[in-house]
């Protein structure tokens, strides 16, 4: 790997092992912030301090909050002259602006909002932490639009649309329609060519990265979001008769391998699942774009074995549990098509609190049938949802317990999967993290 200095100050091209430039985007002009973002900044800071200091928690989040309501202009300011790449979609946000994050730090110090604050507060307090030049910022899908408005240079990358939180986004065109019209000033965007409501809302920018690692999920895809038709899929392709198409990907996954305009390296990556090939897939692409040479990024992301407690292990005397976060019926899907392929019991934790959707209906969609053989226990607030949908796929042998740490140990030793909606998800961290 070398890196060549090919004229101006702000031109730089970085070349991989075979030669082929990976254009870099030129470095923005930096600019101090106003004095008035530096004191909010500050004041935020002290905030954040506070709130810590007694014991209220979401320190971060109050810290953003003070700073735009003392400086409304702070993400825009703040974002000016940095390279900003956003990361959204309804699922693996997390993991994907992780894998970016590993591979842009090949290059220099990257800032990122690790703790998943993701919504305007989160947002302004990540950039208001850190001076790094090279921004990665997880991105609700919902806030998407006004962080684009406030840092229209940032480089959007969007994974997929899908149902999530039905009281929120309940309409998965509703929300594509809502990025094509953000994305229609960007210079450039990384997208799922294999998401029909991704591929309406990229075209819209002057320039696209496509990347296609396969249309697993497909049911929130078959309604054309352009004009109300039918998307047909067939073949890992998909079109509707209004014109709107799968573009012809520039990065694709073949098996553990990635493809792509001058590369093929195999990915090996300690994260579980294709979901997961697909994540590291865009967030190869991701990392092209800023001049990172696809087996760098590779070798970078290899080192991620759980992000935010995904995939954390816990062991105890006489079971190994591992933990998966499942969302929405596409997570769902994902995940038990990763403990499928596994013998071991499951336990199914599952809540329907504010941030998991009160609307637990879409439990319906999910198939269930694929973990028929296996031992299983349920537990959560929303138990008699799971145990009623169990049944209907004739999974009647299921047991009871009142929370993930239990229900573990009610199974015989060994390999366990807990997969767990988003509360549950932090509940059994904690619980399972007490019964180590």
Sequence with gaps: MKQRFTGGVTNWVRHDRAGAPA????????TR?????????????????????????????IGGRVLLALAPTAVRELSAGRSLTLVSGTNGKTTTTALVTA?????????????????????????AGDGARQVVLETDEGWLPWMLREAPDA???????????????HEVAHVAHAWRDAVAGAAHV???????????AALAARDQTWVSTGA???QDAVVCPRCGGECRHEDGDWSCRCGLRKPKPHWWVEGDELVGPSARVRLGLALPGDVNRSNAAIAV???ARQGVAADVAVAAMRGIGTVSGRYDVFVTASHRARLILAKN???????????????????????????????????YDVPFADLAGRTLVVTGRRATDMLVRLEMDELTDVAVAPDAAAAVAMLPPGEVNVVANYTAFQEARRVLGHAR
């Design 329 to 363: 019926p596409a997570s769902w899907a994902e995940a038990l098509r990763m403990v499928a392929a596994t013998p071991s019991p499951v336990v199914l934790a599952f809540n329907s609190d504010g941030v998991d959707g009160r609307d637990p209906s879409w439990l």
């Design 190 to 200: 990384v997208a799922n060519a294999d998401d029909p409501g991704v591929v309406l």
């Design 285 to 287: 692409a991701a990392a």
């Design 103 to 127: 591979a842009l730090r090949t290059l220099e110090p990257v800032v990122t909002n690790v703790d998943g604050a993701n919504t305007r507060a989160g947002l302004a307090r990540t950039l």
């Design 23 to 30: 254009l870099r985007a030129p470095r923005p002009t930096r």
């Design 216 to 218: 697993r999920w497909i």
């Design 155 to 169: 480089t959007p990358v969007l994974l997929n649309l899908s149902r999530d939180q039905l009281h929120r986004h």
């Design 33 to 61: 912030p106003s004095r008035r973002v530096r004191a909010a900044a500050r004041l935020s800071h002290l905030a954040e301090a506070a709130s810590r200091a007694a014991g209220l928690g979401a320190g971060g989040v």
